[in-house]
């Protein structure tokens, strides 16, 4: 038999309510959900704040709610809640006089990354992705600045903000932060790079390339041992990263096991990208990401992609083999006077099976290029390798020293042909292994540059892809600069959090070396770290009831602001111009110059 009664109400899930708990008191609702393991309707409490002398105090849960899930709750008529008033997304319109303590904060760096926040769309997108929590969304960029302008970890997070103004109005703990991070999620990162995506220009020209994290730990399920691309010996997780060349800005992440070689991550990075709204880029990549299959990819999705091929395989070396032998450089390749190198482009036709019967024909652009001078490093560098080999060789017949396994006479001897004794695996016999002694030959001082869907020839291609070196610069400053070259957090709830914290400071740390390379600011300081600490003495003056003060912009401080094209606040400028209106005198107008000299 139904169980009769008063049916519940629809708002009694959103009452406020007291809840006493470890000493606390704290304004909790009791939302009810249904047991999985027996089926019974349960009560769970939710603490939005604490309690203090009838004031509500907005907690965590209160401050990463969204305005809709806060504006639900019922808090009892007696309580005071004019603390929720004071937080940065319920403020009133006008300029709030400041009721807190008095504060005398460095502010510079700070100003400057709000304004290249504001200007870069990234607050904006921001404030999309998370419902317009502004609270939420201060919190986000205070821990994206803060490695960029100190050399600290999190822990350091709540002493900084003592004496530095940041966007964040309460002090982030430790605790606070883990929260935080583990509340993004893959819904959030992936809402971002369609923001990022919808920013770019057509044809915009995309580099892909990872780096590796170590870690000391384990605990992740990415972490494995693989190749570490900076040479230490541990296990490490792979981070992909997609910048623009115009800018240099990264707008695409993605995080993979350390293992995971480039040519096999490249299909769930487009997969990503297409449900981000990537359309119309171009794509470059570099040899590790090289494969058939990635290849034929390319071809039936249609993306226009630029690629550096190896070219000691498949079509490129068919070309470099149907030269033959030459001096200086085969006969029909040019010379650029400003690169120094010989080029040739052709076109090399190919098909693909798609879907049943039907193909899909593309025609690509074989972009070869010959170095002299690292041809010549190069052949003489074989003559060497060959030569030690060699001597090694005779040195193991000699003293009778085995050799280890077969990976170890190709890796070591990759120029020789050797015979060993099963047994006792000592080497009974070498030759030269003159077909890859020729082709080493052969091959020197070549490099190549695949491209299809793209109108440039041999050098403009070659300069295209040339400005993907500076994203090598980008990963170190990644690693040294915010101090990401480790795994830092422990679980997996975190981890997708951090990452998007460290996307943002990539954008902005990107785009203040990108403006610090190509403008005047090149000239001024040395480094683009050295901006930020040129901007840190201007400071935040707060005293209660008053309104906030800026203290005035000086030097180069305000030659950085004009690089990077942001205002500078008003009565910060050293430019005065009065606003008293000149008063204008009786009677009749004097006449103009020239009717007085008539």
């Known amino acids: 038999m139904a169980r009769t009664g008063r049916p519940p109400k629809p708002e009694s899930g959103y009452q406020v309510s007291t809840h006493n708990a470890n000493g606390y008191c704290y304004a909790s609702t009791q939302p009810s959900y249904i047991d999985p393991v027996t089926g019974k309707k349960k009560n769970r409490y939710v603490h939005w704040g604490r309690l203090e002398d009838n004031r509500f105090i907005p907690g965590k849960a209160y401050i990463l709610a969204s305005p809709e899930e806060r504006q639900k709750l019922i808090f009892p008529a007696d309580w005071d809640i004019s603390a929720i008033e004071q937080l940065s997304g319920l403020r009133k319109p006008g300029r709030p006089a400041y009721t807190g303590d008095d504060f005398n904060r460095f502010y510079g760096d700070i100003w400057l990354l709000d304004q290249l926040s504001d200007k870069l769309g990234i607050r904006k997108d921001l404030m999309t992705v998370f419902n317009s929590n502004e609270e939420m969304v201060n919190d986000i960029l205070t821990l994206a600045y803060f490695p960029i302008i100190t050399e600290y ?8 903000q003592r004496v530095v103004k940041s966007p964040s109005d309460h002090d982030l703990t430790p605790s606070y932060v883990t929260r935080l991070t583990q509340s993004i999620t893959e819904h959030h990162r992936m809402q971002l790079l369609e923001l990022r995506a919808s920013r770019l220009k057509d044809e915009e020209v995309l580099a892909v390339d990872s780096t590796s994290r170590s870690a000391w730990g384990d605990k992740l399920a990415d972490i494995h041992w693989g190749k570490n691309k900076d040479h230490l010996p541990l296990p490490q997780t792979k981070e992909v990263v997609a910048y ?32 981000a709204k990537f359309k119309g880029v171009i794509y470059v990549t570099d040899r590790g990401y090289e494969s058939l299959r990635n290849l034929e990819l390319y071809i039936l999705k249609g993306f226009p992609f630029i690629a550096c091929s190896e070219v000691g395989n498949g079509f490129v070396l068919e070309k470099i083999t149907s030269y033959g032998e030459f001096n200086t450089r085969p006969d029909d390749m040019e010379v650029d006077p400003e690169l120094q190198i010989y080029y040739k482009q052709y076109d090399y036709s190919y098909d693909v099976k798609s879907k049943g019967k039907s193909v899909k024909k593309a025609v690509l652009k074989i972009n070869l290029y010959l170095d002299p001078v690292r041809r010549s490093s190069e052949l003489v560098y074989l003559d060497s390798e060959i030569k030690l080999q060699k001597e090694e060789i005779l040195e193991r017949i000699t003293n009778s020293v085995p050799c280890e396994d077969d990976a170890f006479l190709k890796r070591h001897f990759r120029y020789f042909k050797i015979k060993y004794d099963p047994s006792t695996r000592l080497i009974t016999s070498y030759i030269p292994n003159d077909k890859k002694v020729a082709k080493a030959r052969r091959i020197s001082g070549f490099f190549a540059i695949t491209t299809m869907g793209v109108d440039m020839d041999a050098v403009e291609t070659y300069k295209q892809y040339r400005l993907r070196d500076e994203q ?55 480094s683009s770290l050295d901006i930020l600490d040129e901007m840190r003495p201007i400071r935040c003056v707060e005293h209660t009831n008053k309104a906030k003060v800026i203290t005035p912009f000086v030097g180069a401080q305000v030659n950085i602001c004009k690089a990077f094209d942001v205002a500078i606040p008003d009565g910060c400028s050293p430019y005065y111009t009065s606003k008293r209106k000149p008063v204008k005198r009786r009677g009749r107008p004097r006449k103009p110059l020239s009717e007085r000299d008539v």
Not at 498 to 508: E, G, K, P, V
Not at 514 to 526: A, H, N, S
């Open 472 to 526: 090598e610069k980008y990963f170190q400053q990644m690693k040294s600069q915010l101090h990401f070259d480790k795994q830092q957090n422990s679980s997996e709830e975190g981890k997708t959090g951090r990452l998007f914290i460290l996307f943002i400071s990539l954008m902005l740390t990107s785009y203040i070396r990108y403006i610090w390379r190509t403008t005047e600011l090149k000239q001024l300081f040395e």
């Open 153 to 160: 970890s999190y822990r350091r997070l709540p002493r900084w």
């Open 244 to 275: 623009t060349l115009s800018s240099h800005m990264p707008v695409y992440y993605r995080t993979f096991p350390g293992n995971m070689p480039d040519s096999r991550s490249l299909p769930i990075i487009f997969s990503d990208m297409e449900h």
